[in-house]
């Protein structure tokens, strides 16, 4: 009966309306008890808070926001064409949310893989499927992330690409060692259905439903195409099934440790494996362990179906040369030790100099990649204004530096502003006949000669202007669902890619929404805000900035006069320019694989 009356009274609450704090609070209290059960391998109990999970109302409610509101790619369609909806089509979605093993198959899409040729396909779902992928996960991720490895960083709440190259330059520091740079050929496109329901083992209905997505196909133009294998990237759900697919990766290379001589404990710690989704490294002193880990891998991947991808996996060595190789490359880092005299040298753990050093920088591939990036944003600004220019760049700038900015990078700084500073000279000259106009487009400030900037004082940011700051590996096996909001909170600050006013802001209000109350987690997706609207007289400065939730913005913004109507009639969101040429108002901050952007 009281259940009945719960859904009646939820049934006619608006979408503006909706008590977020509360929901948000119902939820995580489900997803710290799976987290903990799980933990524990209480496997009753997990399957039973997940079932309450996926019926609960708050947490509908959420997964709709996720996919219609907070994620940025919701304007995106499936098959069905809708693109998005409206706050009364979201609630009659939070009202049919549920396991029905019915879906569309997904919208092929290709896009271009970053600094290749070649090109990486998408799988859209529906709106609808969207939201039920995102309610499944809210109960799967908190199960498997009290299982998954301490080495594993790709694609998980509160774990960064950072995290990984932290993690290999903790292995290595001490000792100069062989390395296996691997990466999976195809992985999202090849996992085994069959294995991977196997291993996922959860409840009949919800296996049903998630075999029922993987085999649902995709559409490419009108024609209809089955998928006998795979996870189709573009899914809400996908990353966490490609995670579990090749959970167990470091524990498997960890047991043929303890058949090696010498003690069982220091056997596992001598040997590594970091993983960051498809890519890892295998690390250990000697070169037949790290070849015979090659042979275990290959044998273990392919059980799930899959394969290394022969022309991505090569043996070197941190120090000398091997096979023609010395040093590595991932996630855009290049690691590698340097021979040095005992002045500038690392030392052991009792202090002995250890004749190399620990230098990770940015590839060179990356440097490439960035300059071209730069390159033709100049090309096609050619006619442009100085101030758009300077605005389409300080955001690529600001975003390839924070990402570097925790290892060695102030060499690569200064050599790509010296490469940008050449190409904007070319730029002045082909719009001065000859000449690079210096005093129109080059001035003085804060004792700062040859600045690239506009009289109203739009100023380009400069790479070197980022200050290198080591970033801290994340505790092993934490979890932003084990509650420790304060830990979590202080490290979405301390993130690398965090824009630095967003970082302040979130130290001045200690990791809390001042709308909702609830603190950051590391996926929210979250907006600076000016508490008294630019557009009626409110000031660009501290005292007037302030840090939301995406969503909570949403309500504030709507109730505080910051909306106008356009020549058309309709209701904008008035933004207005910071001098760096990015939007102040708002600007969205979000983890992805790669960099946080702000906008």
Known sequence: MNKSKTLNKNQTVEWKDINWRKLERVTFKLQKRIFQASE???VKAVRKLQKTLIRSWSAKCIAVRRVTQDNQGKNTAGVDGVKSLTPKQRMSLVGRLKLTSQVKPTRRVMIPKSGTTETRPLGIPTIDDRALQALIKLALEPEWEALFEPNSYGFRPGRSCHDAIDAIYLTIKQKAKYVLDADIAKCFDRINHKALIDKLHTYPTLSRQIQVWLRAG??????????????????VISPLLANIALHGMEERVKQYAETLKGGKQNNRTALSLIRYADDFVIIHEDLKVVKKCQE?????LSDMGLELKPSKT???????EFEGNVGFEFLGFHIQQHKVGNY???SSSIGTPLGFKTIITPSKAKITTHLVKIAEVIRTHKNAPQASLISQLNPIIKGWSNYYSTVVSKEAFSKVDHLTYNKLRAWARTRGKGSINKDKYWRTVDNQNWCFSTEDGLELITHASTPIVRHTKVKGKASPFDGNWIYWSKRRGEYPETPKRVSKLIKKQKGICPHC???FTSTDIVEVDHIQPTSLGGKDIYDNLQLLHKHCHDIKTANDGSLIKNHNNKTVLNRTYNKGGIIKEPCEVKISRTVLKER
């Open 40 to 42: 524990r391998g209480d």
């Open 517 to 519: 109350g609830l603190y």
């Open 314 to 320: 090569r043996t070197t060595h941190t120090l000398n």
């Open 344 to 346: 500038g040298s690392a």
């Open 218 to 235: 995709y559409m490419d133009g009108k024609e209809l195409f089955p998928t006998s294998e795979g996870t189709p990237q573009g899914g």
């Open 296 to 300: 275990i891998i290959a044998e273990w």
